[in-house]
């Protein structure tokens, strides 16, 4: 059997931590920035794990299953 590809778009989007859950960035911070308040932007800065259903489907993606 041949090897399994690794989804481009997903390893380009998502990391894998230490502990093996995934990181991702928030949607919405790429443009029409004047309408969000400061603190939504703030918030929308930093990265944050995936939920477990995603976490699971990422995974497979990535070739870690």
Same mark, same amino acid.
């Given at each position: /059997?041949? %090897? /399994? %590809?690794?989804? &481009? &778009?997903?390893?380009?989007?998502? +990391?894998?931590?230490?502990?093996? @859950?995934?990181? !991702? ?7 029409? /920035? !004047? +309408? +969000?308040? @400061? %603190? ?8 944050? =794990?995936? &939920? %477990?259903?995603?976490?699971? !489907? /990422?995974? =497979?993606? =990535?070739?870690?299953?």
């Amino acid at each position: /059997m041949p %090897k /399994m %590809k690794t989804h &481009s &778009s997903a390893k380009k989007r998502f +990391k894998i931590t230490g502990t093996g @859950k995934v990181k !991702r960035f928030h949607a919405n911070s790429s443009h029409l /920035m !004047r +309408k +969000k308040s @400061k %603190k939504a932007k703030l918030r929308l800065r930093h990265a944050t =794990l995936c &939920s %477990k259903g995603d976490a699971k !489907r /990422m995974k =497979l993606l =990535l070739c870690l299953r």
